[in-house]
């Protein structure tokens, strides 16, 4: 849902106007919160990956959507676009060097215009994103790129060492959305892991390449 206040787009997620419907004496907050609570409550399932089962497959990633349970996906094919991937869950999402460039099956799919070969890039850099459900339409969006030596977020992958750390600090001023998405990149400047945010409600995607 599309809410346009003195010419602003704002992103609206369209459950919080179901309780208004539905139910009456209960708040908005209420229902996220007990939503919150009862995820917290949920063990995280995580995936044990072996040498054997990676021998059967051509391309192979970890994926994790906030702290729910992990899922897998497996590259399906390759085109002008990037890298399409289709996870075990029914998820679809397109890669361009690392970078997450269009989604399908998500809460609030995108798609984005955009130079995405960060590792060329210095400065501010222009582009756009459009969500598709519901329909933003195009909005600008800013990224600089910078190679950053934190510690506490480089060692999240086993022999941090070997990879260098690549920040994107990004702005949607249009929904006022902004925030920082991470990319590991190994010696043959392939992006190996990443967190990225997918839409505007905090929502983040880590995704571990394994083959």
């Known amino acids: ?23 009456s004496g ?10 919150l609570i009862a995820r917290d409550k949920l063990t995280t399932q995580n995936i044990n990956v072996n040498e054997e089962f990676l021998k ?11 702290s729910d349970d992990q899922f897998t996906a497996e590259l399906d094919y390759v085109n002008i676009s ?30 984005t215009n ?10 501010n850099n222009q582009g756009f994103i459009r969500f598709t459900n519901p329909d933003s339409n195009y909005l600008e969006m800013f990224s ?25 600090v ?5 929904i006022k959305w902004k925030g920082k998405n991470y990319y590991w990149i ?3 400047n392939k992006v190996i892991k990443s967190e990225q945010h997918i839409n505007p409600f905090g929502d983040k995607l880590y995704i571990t390449i394994k083959k």
Request: charged fraction near 15%.
């Open 144 to 168: 600089t790129y910078s190679r950053v030596e934190n510690t506490s977020i480089k060692n999240k992958i086993k022999d941090s060492h070997k990879y260098f750390l690549i920040e994107e």
């Open 56 to 66: 059967n497959k051509q391309s192979f990633a970890i994926l994790q959507i906030n």
């Open 26 to 35: 209960c708040t908005v907050n209420s229902i996220e919160n007990t939503f």
């Open 82 to 111: 990037g890298e399409i991937w289709v996870s075990s869950s029914g998820h679809v999402f397109t890669i361009n060097n690392g970078k997450i460039t269009k989604t399908k099956g998500f809460d609030y799919d995108f798609i």
């Open 114 to 123: 955009f130079n995405d070969n960060f590792l060329d890039l210095q400065g």
């Open 170 to 174: 990004f702005s949607v001023p249009a």
């Open 1 to 23: 849902m599309i809410l346009i206040i003195n010419g602003v787009v704002f992103l609206i997620r369209p459950y919080l106007f179901l309780p208004l419907l539905i139910l």
């Open 186 to 188: 190994n010696t043959n």
